[in-house]
């Protein structure tokens, strides 16, 4: 079955950084474009960041901007988001999300908590 699970969440200071990966199986990783979201109570989900099949392109929230770099692995099935510079923000739920051929699938999330 599809699976994907995110990891390396956690409380960090304003200033900080961590480093999500999302672990994926149960589909073609590889022509699904991968992206993180985040849900911050009271707010709607919204894009963080996304990365083409290849790994060629990548685009971002305004928000985020110059802090977070998205990556993948295709040999792996694996994504990350690296976060620097992390504000308090970004505390948030983020998810990780694959898509392709209007498919979607959803991670359960990991908790991002950045104190000031």
């Known amino acids: 079955q599809v699976e994907l699970v995110e990891s390396g969440g956690g409380l960090v200071q304003a200033g900080g950084s961590l480093r999500l990966s999302c672990s994926t199986s149960?589909?073609?990783?590889?022509?699904?474009?991968m992206a993180w979201y985040r849900q911050a109570p009271g707010k709607e989900r919204e894009l963080v960041a996304a990365?083409?099949?290849?790994?060629?392109?990548?685009k971002y929230g305004d928000a985020v901007k110059g802090r977070f770099t998205i990556s993948r692995d295709n040999s792996k099935n694996m994504v990350w988001l690296q976060m620097n510079n992390l504000l308090p923000e970004d505390t948030a739920v983020y998810y990780c999300?694959?898509?392709?051929?209007?498919?979607?699938?959803w991670g359960q999330g990991t908790q991002v908590t950045v104190s000031s």
């Open positions: 999300g694959a898509h392709s051929y209007g498919y979607t699938y």
């Open positions: 149960g589909f073609t990783f590889g022509i699904y474009i």
């Open positions: 990365i083409s099949t290849l790994g060629s392109n990548s």
